[in-house]
T-cell receptor
């Protein structure tokens, strides 16, 4: 079983729609990251969360530590938001600082 | 804005050859990482490096792999004798403190193709 699960795996939307991508994890974590991977392969860090909620432009990320769940929301989606969105967690305790990645959610936004 | 860079962007090699993938982390960062992503699969951790030594490595990072920070700016990943299954995108990342809430900044990746 994967330690980090994302849903849905694929998502299509019309421009302007509100998008939600979910991430569940089964390990204790110190932080959760949302990353964006462009078609060319490059990875950009969007958010790092350890509690609550963060907002950046049209992107909102929330985390519920008790439920081991995080969501990434995109308001007023645009074709340029088309990418793979990846959830990754950093484990709690010890000296680990590696990230454990989910399989990603492929988002396509059509005009 | 400072960024992590990687060279080459694409490397093609024959099975059994040695390859060196190069990364230049952000200049004031102290923690360095290599990850890989086999086509169609999730990103996987390979190794983390701090204070000129490996701090953590995964099962994937066997004796065929090594990392080095030869000159204080470059961070390299060497694969001694490449196998077909080493074909993947390799990402370098760096972070300031490596702490629990440290953000890791990723390079654009090197696509390695082993023939």
């Amino acid at each position: 079983k994967n330690e980090v699960e994302q849903s849905p795996q694929n998502l299509t939307a019309q421009e302007g729609e509100f998008i939600t991508i979910n991430c569940s994890y089964s390990v204790g974590i110190s932080a959760l990251h949302w990353l964006q991977q462009h078609p060319g392969g490059g990875i950009v860090s969007l958010f790092m969360l350890s509690s609550g909620k963060k907002k950046h432009g049209r992107l909102i990320a929330t985390i519920n530590i008790q439920e081991k769940h995080s969501s990434l929301h995109i308001t007023a989606s645009h074709p340029r938001d088309s990418a793979v969105y990846i959830c990754a967690v950093k484990g709690w305790g010890g000296n680990t600082d590696k990230l454990i990645f989910g399989t990603g959610t492929r988002l396509q936004v059509f005009p | 804005e400072p960024e992590v860079t990687q060279t080459p962007s694409h490397q093609v090699t024959q099975m059994g050859q040695e390859v060196i993938l190069r990364c230049v982390p952000i200049s004031n960062h102290l923690y360095f990482y290599w990850y890989r992503q086999i086509l169609g699969q999730k990103v996987e951790f390979l190794v983390s490096f701090y204070n000129n030594e490996i701090s953590e490595k995964s099962e994937i990072f066997d004796d065929q792999f090594s990392v080095e920070r030869p000159d204080g700016s470059n961070f390299t990943l060497k694969i001694r004798s490449t196998k077909l299954e080493d074909s993947a995108m390799y990402f370098c990342a760096s972070g300031i403190s490596g702490g629990e809430t440290d953000t890791q900044y990723f390079g654009p990746g090197t696509r390695l193709t082993v023939l």
